[in-house]
């Protein structure tokens, strides 16, 4: 019985042939450049970067710690950390809510030592980079949830959060740069609201694209 | 504190796993015979029928095979496996609509040994210590729960339990002791 199965078992691996490790690298490197040159296309179709009325300085030092939140969004909500079984539940947790919060912290801390740049625009209260943010980062979040697909053996749950805050994150640095608003509740709703969306997508999709389940390829 | 899978010592099984996922196709039958055993005892205890706990155990390593690419180098094949297992354990008793026990009302009533016969209300009363014991497994960090589950659910020696795991036997106990603190102070509280 036990050699029948094993036979079985191997039979069956050698007639579903898997890439191996360089093959898989350049697999993921292609999706997430697909993602990423997505993002690219949308928010140059948008504008691009718009840099008044704020200072260049201003501008490059929340571009700055943008960018540095995503990183860190990226390799805690999105990289395993060195483990096949993921990062753990605090951590995601922490990341998902953690993150917005830290680009929102260090956006209005630095705003706030220009005069005016904290201002609330009653024109703009944040539903034009809401639906830019999520235009820009669906494509990201795709990405980053079908290199996870069936994949995913523990806390699929808050794996999918994680990679959408991560995801949420990335668009949140490159939306930084058109968008010149740092009133707090604009924040809100325009650049903290699409990431914490993107996390719940994630966690609401994750039993059905993240998680291993029977019958489903990984 | 280590990692349950991140680990100094590598198994045999490890090192097959990480030459598999290099491109060594003759590799995946050591993973195989290195692990599998261990799969098989998990899934025989948890599985209806020995044709279910035979089709996850070709499943789990399907899983594994097709994952090779995403092996993370220096990581452990054996807790991974686990999981996958796990995971495709309660899928498949999610379409039974029966939860996995890893606890049984046997092994927590006290008059209900082998072939003893025990009153409906002892029997109750096991039945919500099980579902109990079974709930909070559910919601013990992973490697609390492994190590508990290989030393009081598979009758595993401290010794087993952490060569299969690839860590040290310390890691072993403090994960278990960890696990029956948890069970202990919840279930006490509900006392």
Redesign the interface.
């Known amino acids: 019985m ?1 050699d029948e ?2 036979a ?3 039979e ?3 007639a ?1 042939p ?8 350049r ?1 993921e490197f292609l999706i997430l450049a697909a993602g990423v040159l997505w993002a690219l296309g949308v928010f140059w179709s948008a504008g691009g970067a718009r840099l008044g009325p704020r200072p260049d300085a201003l501008v490059l030092a929340t571009f700055a710690g943008a960018v540095g939140v995503a990183l860190i969004a990226f390799a805690l909500g999105y990289a ?1 950390g ?4 993921g990062r ?2 605090l951590v995601l947790r922490w990341t998902v809510f953690g993150a917005p919060l830290a680009y929102m912290g260090w956006k209005i801390l630095w705003s706030s030592t220009y005069d005016g740049m904290t201002e609330e625009w009653p024109d703009r209260p944040g539903f034009r980079c809401l639906g830019l943010s999520l235009r820009v980062g669906v494509g990201v979040f795709a990405a980053m949830m079908l290199l996870r697909r ?2 995913v ?3 699929h749950v808050e794996q999918g959060a994680g990679i959408g805050v991560a995801a949420g994150m990335i668009t949140a640095s490159l939306v930084d740069l058109w968008c010149p608003v740092s009133h707090p509740e604009h924040l809100l709703i325009g650049h903290v609201l699409p990431a914490l969306l993107f996390a719940a997508a994630g966690a609401l999709l994750s039993r059905w694209v993240l ?5 489903k ?2 | 504190m280590a990692r349950l899978d991140q680990i100094a010592a590598r198994t045999p099984a490890d090192d097959a796993m990480e030459r598999y996922a290099r491109g060594d196709d003759a590799a995946f039958a050591v993973v195989y015979d290195e692990i599998a055993p261990y799969l098989r005892r998990y899934l025989a205890r948890r599985s209806a029928t020995d044709e279910l706990s035979q089709d996850l155990l070709q499943e789990t390593m399907l899983h594994i095979h097709r994952g090779r690419g995403s092996f993370i180098a220096g990581s452990a094949v054996l807790p991974w496996s686990y999981a996958i297992a796990r995971r495709l354990l309660c899928d498949a008793h999610r379409h039974h609509q029966r939860r996995p026990m890893m606890v049984e009302v046997e092994d927590v009533c006290e008059t209900c040994d082998a072939g003893g016969i025990a009153s409906p209300e002892a029997m109750m009363v096991a039945r919500e210590l099980c579902d109990d014991v079974n709930r909070l497994l559910d919601e013990m960090p992973e490697s609390q729960r492994i190590a508990f589950e290989l030393l009081r659910v598979d009758g595993a020696s401290t010794q087993e339990a952490a060569g299969r795991l690839g860590t040290s036997v310390t890691a072993v106990k403090l994960r278990a002791h960890r696990a029956y603190e948890a069970l202990r102070r919840n279930l006490r509280g509900d006392a």
């Open positions: 036990n199965l094993r079985r078992v191997l069956a691996a050698a579903e898997a890439p191996d490790r360089a093959a898989t690298r697999r395993r060195g483990s096949m079984l753990r539940g069936g994949r053996a523990v806390r998680a291993v389940r029977r019958g390829r990984g």
